[in-house]
């Protein structure tokens, strides 16, 4: 029964997202080939990625036990579980959106929230490339600058999200 409410919940969200995009690109007629441009774009590269993803995230449900992730990124990981996090979500490169379903493995596998949040966020804000640009164009104290914020500021959200989840949980259970 939840699982048929989140479907009909996702198939509204995705009506209403149509029902606006149509709406703007009636009044903005100008805009139409540009949006049909990009999403067709977006598409395209989202096929060639997306199949590659599936089949490792096929072979990390296999080949990763989850007594690893447990260990690594579980709720006992602490300091160690959030370094590794924002190493795991430094080091490739590629669109946020490959992250996500990595993401969903390894809550599956038993990471905790927290470890996840940071992750993503480092997936999105932290790359090696990125780094090697700032520091050639904005300087090294810039780039240490940001980078020192970043990893304070996702890991504060890491740990406040983790927090806000487990409240509502515990909320939600009565306990």
């Not at 993401?103 to 905790?112: I, N, P, T, V």
């Not at 966020?121 to 164009?137: G, R, T």
């Amino acid at each position: 029964m939840k699982e048929k409410q989140g479907i009909i919940r996702d198939l509204i969200i995705l009506g209403v997202i149509s029902i606006v995009t149509l709406t703007l690109l009636y009044i903005f007629p100008d805009k139409k080939e540009p949006v049909l441009s990009t999403s067709w774009n977006f598409f395209i590269e989202m096929m060639l990625i997306l199949p590659a993803v599936m089949v490792m995230l096929g072979l990390f449900a296999v080949w990763v036990p989850k007594d690893i992730v447990v260990r690594y990124l579980g709720k006992t990981s602490g300091v160690k579980g959030i370094f590794l996090a924002i190493i795991l979500g430094t080091l490739p490169t590629g669109p946020l959106y490959i992250a996500f379903p990595i993401a969903s493995a390894l809550l599956k596998k038993g990471a905790k929230i927290s470890n996840i949040v940071v992750f993503l966020s480092a997936w999105a804000c932290i790359k090696v490339p990125q780094e090697m640009v700032e520091l050639q164009f904005l300087g090294v104290r810039f780039m240490l600058s940001r980078l020192s914020l970043t990893i304070i500021f996702v890991v504060i959200m890491g740990i406040f999200i983790e927090k806000v989840l487990g409240w509502k949980e515990v909320t939600e259970n009565g306990c």
